[in-house]
């Protein structure tokens, strides 16, 4: 028991003072809640009111009859059915799928590729970034304006400089055949170049040893931007691919401006249509309607891709 005396005895206790624990607020945790809701609330005022009150507002006059004067009349579904009995629609959704298709073809890999010989350049990189860029930052109604005198058919630039080899004069925007082809470069060479930085940004972030090592293996360049930039980039080209559907479906200016629909309107597209609609023939019911349906199309159109595109961000 006199062994085992010394260790029972109770430790010594430090003599410091223990600061005192200091009482917790009381509603610190709703007063920061509530100090984020106001900030909140006015932003989420404003985007409901500019935001989904005319969404809302547009569904019901999609039911209504009215010229926004005069107090509007519940017809139900039949501005629907006067809008699928109008022979224009059809024009304009084929014209709308024809310019999204020469847009797949034409004016979405025109930014990668050039992106992709771009990246290669290592003098005077920032000028030719900002010759890309210019055309984004001109107002799109002077762009067009300037591409038109370009393809005028008898002082334009495009058939002056053919002409010095042989060809032309054409008609660019005076012939249906090619009307809807001539937006279609006017508005490539407008947009292309958001797109162009994106890619050479992203390019930046593939590891520079995934090219050694194809190199390594003899891959020429075109075999290493196939297999090793494409492969790397591929959920920023899938967001600009879905980018690119949404914004050639909603094309209104290029038309509006260019042709007017014309023609013999072959470049008539669906928003072109809704605007003739409500500003031309007074029918806002059916000008809401169209719109409804373009919407549900566009969001239709987005959840299958994306769906279908699912693994490429995780992969």
Known sequence: MALLAPSLRPAAVSKEP?????????????????TAWLFLVPTLLIFGLFAWWPIVRSLLLSFQKTNLVEPAVWIGLGNFRALFDDPLLGTAVGNTLFFVIL???IGFPAPLILAAIMSTVRRGAGVYRFLVYLPVVIPPVVAILLWKWFYDPGSGLFNNVLGKVGLGPYSWLESSDSAMLSLTLEATWAGMGGAVLIYLAAMVGVPGELYEAAEMDGAGIWRRIWHVMLPQLRSVIGLLLLVQLINTVQVFTEPYVFTGGGPENSTLTVLLLIFRYAFQDGEYGQAAALSFLMVLA??????????????????
């Open 18 to 34: 223990v600061p005192p624990t200091p009482p917790r607020r009381r509603g610190t945790g709703a007063r920061k809640q509530f």
């Open 103 to 105: 847009g797949l073809l």
């Open 298 to 315: 566009l969001a239709l159109l987005s959840a299958v891709y994306l769906r279908a595109t699912r693994s490429w961000s995780t992969s």
